[in-house]
């Protein structure tokens, strides 16, 4: 049975607790998940020391990770270095390539950067599309197949990410290629649904930064699939036995008509 652990949102920098990064990797230890997901926002600012710190916690991982980008880690006082290079730092810390494919025990996850260096993200050039056309096709037939983005495509009429004008196509593209899970992060809200086309939509909420809001603490979320189902578990942080705590448990159908 598949499984995923996915964070978000750790923004190193002020603010951020060390604490919860430790226990964090203990349950990723203990939880043993085939991969960890951590869709972007590491940093507050982009700075260096920031992105450093997202370096070292990384290198605890004991578990197969991919990661992508977000709009915070976009350099954000070196307005020519965010328009012309706007993912150098990234690239040179967190992850040779902004787009990127992991494989592990029949799960084939595809990140991919939307952020925008002006605008609210929620973009995906051309390219990128074409990209994720040519890696859903070599996917193994079998694995399942999850899409990684830093923005929101449920948007509930707050935070619209300006290249999600209509979420109802980006999940028919993902559908015809046979995605049945798209994860984000983001707006540090966790939720989950499925939508139309049969896809689960996934959110994880702030791993480890005091960026929480309304009323989230620190989360992240613990995914499982087997064959007949998706199951997604938000884990709050709980101050009382200091550790992450299932608080929400959804489950839904793995439809057949999605996958690849
Ligand atoms: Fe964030
Ligand atoms: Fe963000």
């Not at 992850?95 to 995906?124: K, Q, R």
């Amino acid at each position: 049975m598949p499984t995923l652990i996915h964070l978000s949102d750790l923004h190193y920098g002020p603010g951020h607790d060390a604490h919860l990064d430790e226990i964090i990797l203990n349950d990723i230890a203990a939880l043993n998940p085939d991969a960890v997901i951590i869709s972007g926002d590491f940093t507050m600012r982009a700075r260096h020391g920031e992105f450093a710190r997202a370096r070292a916690f990384l290198a605890g991982i004991s578990r197969p990770w991919l990661a992508i980008p977000g709009n915070h880690d976009q350099p954000i006082f070196q307005p020519l270095e965010r328009l012309t290079r706007p993912f150098a730092r990234y690239e040179q810390y967190v992850h040779n390539g902004v787009d990127s494919t992991l494989e592990a025990n029949g799960l084939f996850l595809l990140g991919l950067n939307d952020n925008h260096p002006l605008l609210p993200g929620g973009f995906w050039s051309r390219q990128q599309r074409a990209w994720v056309e040519e890696q859903a096709a070599r996917a193994p037939r079998d694995a399942v197949k999850v899409v990684v983005t830093h923005h929101q495509l449920l948007w509930e009429g707050k935070w619209r990410p300006a290249g999600f004008w209509y979420p109802t196509r980006a999940l028919a593209f993902l559908a015809r290629h046979g995605v049945e899970l798209a994860l984000n992060g983001h707006t540090h809200v966790p939720s989950a649904a499925q939508m139309p086309p049969g896809i689960v939509v996934a959110r994880a909420g702030t791993a480890s930064s005091g960026r929480t809001r309304h009323g989230n603490s620190n989360g992240y979320n613990l995914i499982a699939m087997d064959d007949k189902q998706i199951a997604v578990f938000v884990r709050h942080y709980d101050a009382q036995p200091d550790a992450f705590v299932t608080s929400r448990a959804f489950t839904f159908p793995r439809r057949v008509g999605a996958r690849g």
